[in-house]
């Protein structure tokens, strides 16, 4: 019979008076690169079966197609060596001959292949004879229920054949390649530790992990198909959270907290859980992934841990015990703290200090009080029964929502050089006035007068390239460079700092509009103020690439996070006044009465850089990036700015040890693993708020590391503020205002005292805290010193920022 041909898996062979079309431009049989998502995969050409029993102009027509688009190309002649074929080659895209039955039955065969594992990803074709014009078209049915994707009405054309070709590769082919791929993706997810469940929008779930099982104690038949609703729930207060979720999903934003579950056994087990909503086409919200991983603080929990460990890591003790947070101690040796704390041997041993300072983490002097009842709570719930836990949870979500983060002075303020600086920094000033003492000056203008783009400037002279060679270190002189440049220090070292962390590539902006937007935020510092000028902003700028470069820090953060960072720092202080908030407020400024009184010069900091990014295109980084990308950026930026705000110091500063530093720190001294980072460390990207914590702490900290510099740059920077702050006092006294710092008088004041109520107040505790996470040696010695430098002139009743036989020197 002719249906039973020999086996044929070699390509045939060309007619020679075929047409031999040119192939393609690009369209070579080599491997291309896709990017699906977040993966990059490597697609190989495009393998096609050709099923015919005879060679025909049909077959050729599909052959030469083959050849044109650079695919590979086989040809089987019976139903026994073509599905031998598939299944040695697994094409993507098969052409069945289902003109004539004579010779083998199209549809068994393709009923054949679909049959197998492999095929679920490979499209099917099938060439029917062309109808004429009297005769009805037949149904598709037929052939989509016997496993067809497409139906190509017989053409030989090798233009035509080869479009088809071209559609399906474009449209079926690429969409199951991309399943294909997604098969990695659940298997990572199936070997995944953490608990993850998939659910569609109306919270029907569709996927759980076999983490997720054993978690909860239920199978997957259990659960897929059900809606979220149906399964058992256990907080009395579910309503409230679920609406509090809700909420936040809706808006498309991940939400993630603690809540107790009821287990298929009926135990409750208190879990930190994440839901992240997966938006899709129109906007619309079509999946919600959610992670959960035990939180092990109840018995319950305790035991559940345990299982989960001797079952998935029994007898193998390279791997951590938990998956979760696992910290382990990332500092090897103390031998580069060694090192530097030997060059003075009059100072502190920066070692002990080391030690010191991560003790101090558990019980800093800043504590306020309600740090202390959060303690008393958490170590409360350890045996508590679950009502109560749940309780007292409810009470801690209250306790850190809301502001009671202030500080008790305690004896400090029996110090008036201390008791000033808070007085002057930390309120704003109108509480310092009693009755009809308040003024309203109207004289007063500190509105921002529109400058103009200054000229682009050329390329970097050599004695400026010179000194940014050094940007990377600690010991950087901003004072050098404001020198050879003209008070223009902003510019060229934001240039070399943004060219370094990629910011025209993240913001896909020119580095012209970059250079403009800088020429325009430097113009709008005043060159005036002792302190406050484009010189300060670019020790900041300074500061925080420094800390951005920190293997913790930078194993935290993302690349918008670092955008973010040297953006606000860059704009913290644009078009300050030289005078503080307390001033402003005394004096009835229109920014205070703008702004309400409230964190007045911040406010106006940010809005007025974006104000004048925005008014002209030829600075506006912001144009070119996305609108969401623009909004998360906008926030971040906002919200480090505001935290340079002095009157909520002690809140950052306690949220930080507490949701930070405190953690880590148990969990290094829990982890006796070596040889790599903790693993709570790499998952701080996966906590948004414990990322804000660190941008905020990372920008108060560059906004005050003068103490933290070397000694001559830290002596030049007391002395600039405290001209300021003179300044400040005598024009308080000339409009007759309330003096907010009395002791920063030029004819009384003591500079060293000043310094040491600062240290001890403001910069110690924080840069502790710091130190403890960011690891930085360099500046605690330096802060050391600089202390040390400070007491000395303090024990010798000078009142400068040197001996009197320095300054003659």
């Not at 369209?27 to 050409?45: C, F, H, K, N």
């Not at 099923?51 to 049909?58: L, Y």
């Not at 083998?104 to 004879?129: N, Y």
């Not at 018995?299 to 938990?322: A, F, I, P, T, V």
């Amino acid at each position: 019979m002719a249906a039973l041909l020999p086996l044929q898996l070699q390509p045939a062979p060309r007619r020679m008076n075929a047409p031999r079309l040119p192939a393609e431009p690009g369209r070579e049989a080599s491997a291309t690169e896709v990017q699906i998502g977040p993966m990059r995969l490597t697609q190989d050409p495009v393998q096609v079966l050709l099923i015919f029993a005879k060679e025909d102009s049909q077959s050729d027509g599909f052959w030469w197609a083959c050849d044109r688009a650079g695919y590979r190309c086989n040809i089987a002649r019976t139903p026994e060596s073509a599905l031998e074929c598939f299944l040695d080659k697994h094409q993507e895209i098969i052409v069945i001959d289902h003109r004539n039955s004579r010779y083998f039955d199209a549809e068994d065969i393709c009923r054949s292949i679909r049959a197998t594992k492999p095929s679920e990803h490979t499209v099917i074709l099938a060439v029917v004879p062309r109808t004429s014009a009297d005769q009805e078209e037949t149904s598709v049915l037929p052939l989509l229920n016997a496993g067809f994707d497409r139906r190509f009405m017989e053409n030989s054309s090798i233009t035509a054949c080869y479009n088809e070709l071209m559609q399906i590769e474009h449209g079926e082919a690429r969409s199951q390649f991309k399943l294909r791929a997604c098969n990695a993706v659940f298997t990572a997810l199936e070997h995944c530790q953490e608990a993850i469940e998939i659910t569609s929008e109306d919270r029907v779930i569709q996927y759980v992990n076999p983490a997720f099982e054993q978690m909860m104690g239920y199978q997957k038949g259990e659960l897929i198909g059900k809606e979220f609703t149906e399964l058992p729930k256990s907080d009395k207060n579910r309503a409230d959270l679920s609406d509090t979720i809700n909420a936040c999903i809706k808006k498309g934003k991940e939400w993630q907290g603690v809540y107790y579950a009821r287990r298929k056994s009926g135990d409750s087990i208190q879990q930190h859980v994440k839901i992240t909503p997966v938006i899709g086409q129109g906007g619309k919200i079509r999946h919600l992934v959610s992670l959960k991983r035990l939180c092990c603080t109840n018995e319950n929990n305790k035991q559940l841990c345990k299982s989960h460990r001797d079952e998935n890591y029994s007898g193998d003790n390279s791997q951590s015990e938990s998956h979760s947070f696992k910290c382990k101690n990332r500092r090897k040796d103390s031998a580069d703290v060694k090192s530097i704390s030997s060059q003075s041997s009059d100072a502190p041993s920066l070692q002990t200090r080391r030690y010191s300072s991560m003790a101090r983490i558990h019980s800093m002097t800043i504590e306020a009080p309600i740090t202390k009842v959060i303690n008393i709570i958490n170590a409360a719930q350890e045996n508590s029964p679950i009502t109560v836990a749940e309780a007292l949870d409810r009470v801690l979500e209250i306790l850190r929502t809301t502001e009671l983060y202030s500080p008790q002075l305690g004896t400090k303020d029996e110090d008036p050089h201390t008791s000033d600086l808070v007085g002057g920094l930390m309120t704003d000033g109108l509480r310092r006035l009693s009755g009809n003492e308040h003024v309203f000056s109207k004289n007063m203008n500190l509105s921002h007068s529109h400058l103009s783009v200054p000229n682009t400037i050329s390329d970097v002279p050599p004695c400026i390239a010179q000194l940014l060679d050094n940007e990377e270190s600690w010991d950087f002189n901003i004072f050098e460079l404001e020198a050879v440049t003209n008070k223009r220090p902003l510019v060229y070292l934001g240039l070399k700092v943004f060219g370094r962390f990629g910011v025209s590539e993240f913001l896909n902006c020119s580095e012209a509009t970059l250079r403009a937007w800088l020429q325009v935020m430097e113009a709008n510092y005043h060159s005036s103020n002792a302190y406050h000028n484009s010189t300060h902003a670019a020790d900041v700028l300074h500061a925080t690439a420094f800390f951005l470069g920190k293997e913790r820090v930078k194993g935290s953060l993302g690349h918008l996070d670092e955008v973010a960072a040297l953006i606000a720092a860059t704009i913290h202080d644009v078009d300050h006044p030289g005078r503080t908030n307390s001033f402003l407020c005394n004096a009835g400024s229109e920014l205070a009465v703008l702004y309400n009184d409230t964190a007045v010069l911040e406010s106006h900091h940010t809005a007025l850089a974006f104000q004048l990014t925005a008014k002209d295109s030829k600075c506006n980084i912001f144009k070119n990036i996305d609108r969401n990308h623009y909004r998360t950026l906008r926030q971040a930026i906002i919200d480090m700015v505001l935290a340079t705000e002095m009157t909520k110091h002690f809140e950052h500063v306690n949220k930080f040890v507490n949701s930070i530093n405190k953690p880590m720190a148990s969990e290094e001294t829990s982890s006796h693993s070596e040889g790599s980072d903790c693993e709570c460390t790499a998952n701080m990207k996966n906590f948004p708020d414990n990322q804000t914590l660190i941008k905020r702490m990372m920008i108060k900290c560059a906004d005050v590391a003068n103490p933290c510099r070397p000694l001559e740059l830290c002596i030049e920077w007391a002395g600039r503020i405290s001209e300021e702050y003179f300044a400040q006092t005598d024009e308080e006294k000339r409009q007759g205002l309330p003096v907010v710092m009395p002791v920063f008088d030029r004819n009384t004041c003591s500079i060293p005292k000043s310094q040491i109520s600062f240290i001890d107040y403001f910069i110690t505790d924080m840069f502790d805290a710091w130190d403890a996470f960011a690891h930085l040696p360099v500046l605690m010695q330096h802060l050391a010193n600089n202390y040390k430098h400070w007491k000395m002139l303090d024990e010798l009743k000078c009142k400068s920022l040197r001996l009197p036989s320095e300054n003659n020197n």
